[in-house]
């Protein structure tokens, strides 16, 4: 963090500003730069040819075909901001530009319907807001002061929920493919910020610099280059991310968790509604045709599920932000990162 960090309410409105600023700002080139001149057609095989993954009718002729679906993209340009302004950590810096980025990325995507570059570019940053957090549960974890004394049991339970992994693998194309490059980041990650943290030097400069770089490339790639299943690479790396933080917990000595379940409860119900939203909204196959997801897919309603989609995936993302500096701030309060929404303390740990 550069400069002071601002207490919680300063942080409401300074975030708030600078996060809508910087999303509007985007959306007053794009309405310069980019002039639509689509005609959309109004049944569900036309439109299908358009999106699949969403359901909100396209303006005809705009530069903003789906209103509902580009504006609340907003919600990760304000938890990035939010976050920018609570972080002193290199990873945490990293995650809070990856979120502004993605806001902007995808807000791209839906105002133009763009099927080549928008959408890549859309996709790859969502990897990359996953692989950045995984990389930020990592961090927090070598804070820990003895980050490898994990019980046994855990390490089983870890292992089995891997091997569940493995098998769910064959499901998907590329599938065991993209699960060992995941889990080989996730290592790779880890061992980077323990190296950091056991040996400072001008690599803890360095490193992050070529991050900034690395996590986009690598979830452009895993878009463009390698053709991953979209699906399955975000069950992988969401599932990686819950055995990554079941590690931080264990390296723990004791937990109160009279009150870390709430925190833990509200995070998964919070992802849990945003994942109905997302996999009710769209289309689907029934019989070799395209047809509406008819629990949440109505294409004139004022409430569209993608649009929630984005602003619920950007208040969970921002909660594991919160839960994951309440761990840091367990050793080393004066230097770690500061929440924004859960309570300014350490993660109700003890014996350290």
């Not at 996060?19 to 310069?32: E, S």
């Not at 803890?204 to 986009?216: G, T």
């Not at 309440?326 to 350490?346: E, G, H, Y």
Request: hydrophobic share 55%; glycine share 8%; net charge neutral.
């Amino acid at each position: 963090m550069i400069g002071p960090v601002p207490d919680k309410p300063k942080m409401w409105v300074m975030g708030g500003s600078v996060g809508v600023l910087i999303f509007f700002i985007f959306l007053m080139m794009l309405a310069i730069l980019f002039r639509g001149d689509v005609m959309y057609p109004t049944d569900d095989q036309g439109l299908i040819k358009f999106h699949t993954d969403q359901c909100e009718r396209p303006v005809s002729a705009s530069w903003m075909a789906e209103v509902h679906n580009t504006l609340s993209n907003v919600g990760y340009a304000l938890a990035g901001a939010l976050i920018l302004l609570r972080v002193k950590s290199w990873a945490g810096h990293l995650f809070g530009l990856n979120l502004i980025v993605l806001a902007i990325m995808s807000a791209f995507y839906h105002a133009t319907l763009d099927k080549n570059e928008p959408q890549n570019l859309d996709v790859a940053w969502v990897y990359a807001v996953l692989l950045a957090l995984s990389l930020y549960v990592a961090y927090t974890h070598m804070q820990a002061r003895n980050p490898f004394r994990i019980s046994k049991v855990v390490l089983i339970c870890c292992g089995v929920g891997w091997l569940v992994l493995f098998g769910l693998a064959f499901l998907f194309t590329n599938g065991l493919i993209t699960l060992l490059a995941m889990s080989l980041f996730v290592v790779g990650a880890t061992a980077t910020c323990h190296l950091l943290e056991k040996y400072p030097t001008f690599l803890n400069i360095l490193v992050p610099l070529l991050l900034i770089f690395a996590i986009p490339l690598l979830g452009y790639g895993m878009k463009v280059e390698f053709h991953w299943d979209s699906t399955w690479v975000f069950i992988a790396l969401v599932a990686l991310v819950i055995i990554q933080l079941v590690l931080v917990m264990a390296s723990a000595p004791k937990i109160d968790w009279g009150t870390v379940w709430w925190e833990l409860v509200l995070i998964g119900g919070i992802f849990a509604v945003g994942a109905v939203c997302r996999l009710g909204d769209g289309y689907h196959l029934d019989n070799m045709d395209r047809v509406r997801r008819n629990l949440l897919c109505f294409p004139d309603s004022f409430i569209q599920p993608h649009a929630l989609w984005h602003m619920i995936g950007a208040t969970a993302l921002l909660l594991a932000y919160d839960l994951m500096v309440q761990f840091q701030r367990n050793r080393t309060a004066d230097t770690c990162d500061n929440t924004v929404i859960l309570p300014q303390k350490s993660a109700h740990l003890s014996g350290e």
